[in-house]
């Protein structure tokens, strides 16, 4: 098993950025993909992106495309995600999570984490 924590969450303006972080603990050995997904109030919880074990393979949900940013420090065991020119309909609790299957797209994630708020004033 894996144990995820977020961080970096908060408030900022329309146009802004905010840099969230995904920190693995516990069984780490095994070569994760890793992703963000983010709930909205009222909205079923939606994929944001992922990135595979080496960080070579990505995939990012169109929504996001071109504002954010995912990256990892596998021998940290730690992933980032950089947000850029936040809108308002980006404010979510956004969850890391984590999966130790073959990367492809689609595929479901097993661990997650607890969240971590982000809410973007217009």
């Known amino acids: 098993q894996v144990q995820l924590v977020e961080s970096g969450g908060g408030g900022v303006q329309a146009g802004g950025s905010l840099r969230l972080s995904c920190a693995a603990s516990?069984?780490?050995?095994?070569?994760?993909?890793m992703g963000w997904f983010r709930q909205a109030p009222v909205k079923e919880r939606e994929f944001v992106l992922a990135?595979?074990?080496?960080?070579?393979?990505?995939d990012y949900a169109a929504s996001v495309k071109g504002r954010f940013t995912v990256s990892r420090e596998t021998a940290k065991n730690t992933m980032f995600l950089q947000m850029n020119n936040l809108k308002p309909e980006d404010t979510a609790v956004y969850y890391c999570?984590?999966?130790?299957?073959?990367?492809?797209?689609?595929?479901?994630?097993?661990?997650w984490g607890h969240g971590t708020r982000v809410t973007v004033s217009s």
């Open positions: 999570a984590a999966h130790d299957r073959i990367w492809s797209l689609g595929r479901p994630f097993d661990y």
């Open positions: 516990g069984r780490t050995s095994s070569r994760y993909v």
């Open positions: 990135i595979s074990w080496s960080g070579g393979s990505t």
